[in-house]
């Protein structure tokens, strides 16, 4: 169980990490002032605030290196946590 949970964070900062290579910069809407009826109606914005983020240069690289050290922690860790051996 620890092995899967640690895969899928590793490989989730992985993809996080290309993803982020190929943007300029993200729009992220305020939740707190939208509601549900705002995202049917595609002709208007879902929130009246958003909020621009631009990742930096190293930041692609640090989730790469992140998301690969968290893969490799995953597939080296013991398997003495099986049930029904012994």
Known sequence: MWRSLFLAIGIMVI?????????DSANVYAAAESSAVDFIDPGTTPAQRT???????????????VGTIIVLYAITLPKRWHRGEG
């Open 15 to 23: 993809v996080l990490g290309v993803e982020t290579m190929f943007i």
């Open 51 to 65: 909020k621009a983020w631009e990742p930096g240069e190293k930041f692609p690289w640090a989730m790469l290196a």
